[in-house]
């Protein structure tokens, strides 16, 4: 199941390393918003149609405006005439349609899932498709606040002239609520019960009391009709701040697996490593058998069996795709500025680095597995794994 693909990025400006899913693909969302003038929920800036096409793609058709839809729209972007969507979720669409159809319901969604299946991205995607934007979000932390939720003061203002609305200072949740948009808080089990709960009123009611600005028009805000709420969850974060059975009650579930598709991986970590080399000024050369080779390594280790069907130890940490970019990004920058650097020979220091983050004796698994399915595939003949194999001193 997930992750995401974004095919080759503009360059980000001076001083932007990373653009917002809006930015970074607003000519696809401006076709989109002339493509389809079907029924939209209020507040939307697409369809729920339009926004499923979006995150999922247009399944290699290629669309085309009807001629008197191509002036430019309100953000100013003039659309192309034709346009072949790219998928950029790799996932069920039945999936992506569930999450649209909570959304259009204004019904909280919470995405949960092992780290590093794009919880994060999908979220990030339905915000900028739905509303515009993906900027109105909380991280959850332990440190984080009610105030997060709600509202904080100026309080430079707030001791010169008292309680005002001038003084006040909405959260991300409030903004959106107030304008009809998608709030987005990230790691929500991260946050202490207490601040999570303060959702709980704000998905039932709609709004929020401001005791301070009591007998005035600013004492009650209430949500526009659009406004909602999409968290995301860690399943590795169960027991940290566990979300309470009221809170649970107040949002749609749906997990994000693993991509189950091994070509469909290699091609996901191919092209996001290759993003990532070329944000850093290189061209991204890593030989596709080398790629092919790290994400079957990634996948083992992960699912505990092999593609043969050879029982494997699973590590404790989480073996996941966004990890596997990581190391593929690594190797590609080595290869790009450090000269005569070979990239079977810096996998395994890599891999080993990604085992040990959890569990010291996820370092004797990792051998374990070098001592069986790397060691049979090199005895079946094969030259990558028997170079990998080979190796086996780099992982000590």
């Given amino acids: 199941m997930t992750t995401t693909r974004q095919a080759s990025p503009p ?3 001076s001083g932007r390393q990373a653009l917002p899913a809006e930015d970074r693909h607003a000519i696809e969302l401006a076709f989109l918003a002339a493509h389809d003038d079907g029924p939209r929920p209020p507040g939307w800036a697409l369809t729920p149609r339009a926004v499923v096409t979006f995150i999922c793609g247009s399944g290699g058709e290629t669309l085309e405006l009807p001629k008197t839809r191509r002036a430019p729209g309100a ?4 659309p192309p005439a034709k346009l072949t969507v790219e998928p950029k979720f790799v996932g069920e669409r039945a999936l992506v349609e569930r999450c649209v159809v909570t959304l259009a319901g204004e019904r909280g969604l919470l995405l949960v899932g092992e780290p590093g299946t794009a919880k994060s991205m999908l979220s990030e995607l339905l915000a900028a498709a739905v509303c515009g934007t993906s900027a109105l979000t909380v991280q959850g932390t332990a440190g984080t606040t009610e105030d997060a939720f709600r509202y904080g003061w100026n309080y430079a203002l707030l001791l010169a002239q008292g309680p005002s609305r001038q003084a006040l200072v909405d959260s991300p ?14 790691e929500i089990t991260r946050c202490l019960p207490e601040v999570q709960d303060a959702l709980v009123s704000i998905l039932s009611d709609r709004r929020v009391s401001v005791p301070e600005l009591a007998s005035t028009p600013d004492a009650l805000v209430a949500a526009v009709p659009g406004f909602t709420v999409i968290a995301t969850a860690n399943l590795r974060d169960r027991g940290v701040s566990e979300m309470s059975a009221a809170l649970k009650r107040r949002f749609n579930f749906e997990t994000v697996h693993p991509i189950a598709d091994p070509a469909a991986e290699t091609a996901l970590v191919r092209g996001q490593a290759t993003a990532v080399v070329q944000r850093a000024g290189a061209a991204f050369e890593v030989d596709d058998a080398v790629l092919d080779a790290l994400v079957t390594v990634f996948r083992d280790l992960r699912s505990g069996r092999s593609a043969e069907g050879w029982d494997v130890e699973r590590p404790g940490t989480v073996m996941s795709t966004a990890e596997a970019v990581q190391v593929a990004a690594s190797l590609g920058v080595a290869v790009a500025y450090l000269p005569g650097a070979d990239v079977l020979d810096l996998m395994p220091g890599h891999l080993l680095g990604v085992v040990r983050k959890d569990d010291p004796a996820d370092h004797s698994r990792l051998l374990g597995y070098w001592d069986g399915p790397v060691r049979r595939r090199a005895e079946d003949g094969s030259a990558m794994w028997r170079r990998l194999w080979d190796l086996r001193e780099n992982l000590r």
């Fill in 173 to 186: 949740v409030l903004a959106a609520m107030r304008t009809g948009r998608v709030a987005r808080v990230e």
């Fill in 11 to 13: 360059a980000a400006p």
């Fill in 75 to 78: 953000d100013g972007i003039e």
